[in-house]
């Protein structure tokens, strides 16, 4: 192989055999989640699209909690029917509490959502993740919003993800 390809040919005969001399990294630090959904039919009914957008923050915040995880920035994607996409970010204090991340997520989509067309997909990601558990705030967070979450994620814990929902989050179509 040399003889034929030069240094090139000896990289494909060890490539080939299965020979790879570069040092295994056994952990590699997540550097997002994220979530999207591809519509079957591309819409503009806002109800369908708001339960959509509360499912998935559900999901990546519960996920974000199970990893010990917090995320410091919020972005909304939005593909729309002619194929056009559009994102928007916005950097929080580190949460993952759905009920912070939904309001933000809303209030991203809502600036977003501005061509009044048929939207394809939909997605949410959370970047700037840091380990480490919610900080709970003296002055917003009660002591019943807390133990709810907690009862939350036990329940999705023992049970799985689809056995408690916001209401919001459940599609009536």
């Given at each position: 192989m040399v003889n034929l390809l030069g240094k090139p040919g000896a990289y494909l005969h060890r490539s080939a055999n299965g020979i790879d001399e570069s040092p295994v990294v056994p952990f590699h630090e997540q550097k997002s989640i994220s979530t999207e959904n591809t519509f079957q039919q591309d819409t503009t009914d806002l109800t369908l699209l708001n339960s959509e957008l509360v499912r998935m923050t559900e999901k990546i915040a519960?996920?974000?909690?199970?990893?010990?995880?917090l995320t410091g920035c919020?972005?909304?994607k939005i593909r729309y029917t002619?194929?056009?996409t559009h994102n928007i970010q916005k950097s929080i204090d580190h949460s993952n509490q759905d009920h912070v991340?939904?309001?933000?997520?809303?209030?991203l989509f809502t600036k977003l959502y501005t061509?009044?067309?048929l939207i394809?997909?939909?997605g949410i990601r959370f970047t700037n993740l840091i380990p480490g558990n919610y900080q709970i705030n003296l002055f917003k967070d009660t002591?019943?919003?807390i133990k709810m979450y907690r009862a939350i994620d036990s329940i999705k814990?023992?049970?799985g993800e689809r056995f408690i929902l916001k209401a919001a989050g459940i599609s009536h179509k």
């Amino acid at each position: 192989m040399v003889n034929l390809l030069g240094k090139p040919g000896a990289y494909l005969h060890r490539s080939a055999n299965g020979i790879d001399e570069s040092p295994v990294v056994p952990f590699h630090e997540q550097k997002s989640i994220s979530t999207e959904n591809t519509f079957q039919q591309d819409t503009t009914d806002l109800t369908l699209l708001n339960s959509e957008l509360v499912r998935m923050t559900e999901k990546i915040a519960f996920q974000l909690r199970c990893d010990n995880r917090l995320t410091g920035c919020v972005s909304v994607k939005i593909r729309y029917t002619d194929f056009e996409t559009h994102n928007i970010q916005k950097s929080i204090d580190h949460s993952n509490q759905d009920h912070v991340l939904l309001t933000t997520v809303k209030e991203l989509f809502t600036k977003l959502y501005t061509r009044r067309i048929l939207i394809r997909l939909i997605g949410i990601r959370f970047t700037n993740l840091i380990p480490g558990n919610y900080q709970i705030n003296l002055f917003k967070d009660t002591q019943e919003k807390i133990k709810m979450y907690r009862a939350i994620d036990s329940i999705k814990n023992t049970y799985g993800e689809r056995f408690i929902l916001k209401a919001a989050g459940i599609s009536h179509k």
